[in-house]
């Protein structure tokens, strides 16, 4: 079916993550592609030119989707950028980083590099298939209980994981030096598992990223600092006007990415509650105290 003059629509798919490993791995192979909304779910366009060579490696990708070379095509895809972090250890920039955070912030920070840096050393299918969340919620998967906080340390390129650490550092980094760093892991737990939950019944269980955590600390500052009225959690309004139009915009359809809309908006409502029952627990013992 035709697009305009110079694209075809290759084919249609629902799973958007999916389509953005294959869209990777024929950019690999020197095959223009890119992904649009469509009535059935998310289309690939492709050149007319290179139509016969894209049709050819899309009836690959419909008999195994899941193979290991998309995602390799993804994390190559950044190659630029897999390591770009490291250079912020290096400058000025370093002490000020180390200040402004605390040991859970840097922990965090570290795994996740880690993580992305061995993924990107060809071993991006095995370290997904250990750490993603649970194909099904049964009784023996449910074993592996790590997978209900190990999707969040996932990163799918360079630019993922830079954008993802550099939220973490600025919310998660201030809350920890505030409210110490015993808050900041309840956070970071309780809007991992809730994000990663409401996810995989949103669509399923390929997902992975920081981001859910990062919106659950945006709903934390928001009750904290907006309906409690705590100084400690009050950040720039336009910082959060920011994030909702972020969190709008996925849901729009219009971001040529996959977006993890179920983990964003999870981990967002899970942050707002636990700053609700965080700071009233902390109010009832300020009360007490007198």
Known sequence: MENNDHLIVLGTHSNLELLQGLVDYLQAQNIS????????????????????????????????????????????????LDFSLLGLMSSSFNSRMFQDTGWVTWAVMVICSLVFGVSALGLAA???????????????????FWRWLTP??????????????????YLGGRL??????????????GTSVVACLVQFYWMDSYFGGLSG?????????????????????????????????????GFSGLMNVPVANGAH???????????????RRDKRARLAAY
């Open 33 to 80: 592609a890119s992904i649009q909304p469509d009535a059935n779910g998310w289309r690939v366009q492709v050149s007319r030119k290179t139509a016969e060579r894209a049709h050819q490696c899309w009836m690959v990708f419909l008999e195994e989707p899941l193979h290991q070379r998309y995602r390799q095509a993804s994390w190559a895809s950044n190659k630029s």
């Open 126 to 144: 095995d370290v997904f298939g250990y750490m993603k969340f649970f194909e099904a919620l049964s009784v023996n998967q449910l074993k592996e």
């Open 152 to 169: 969040s340390f996932l990163h799918f390129s360079g630019l993922h994981l830079m954008l993802n650490m550099a939220w973490w550092w």
């Open 176 to 189: 920890e030096r505030k409210l110490g760093p015993i808050r900041l892991f309840e956070i970071l737990i």
């Open 213 to 249: 955590v990062v919106f659950g600390l945006v709903g934390y500052y928001f009750i904290g600092g907006y309906c409690f009225k705590n100084n400690l959690l009050r950040i720039e309004p336009l910082f959060l006007v920011m994030m909702c139009l972020s969190l709008l915009l």
């Open 265 to 279: 908006l999870g981990g967002l409502l899970a942050g707002m509650l636990l700053a609700l029952l965080n700071l």
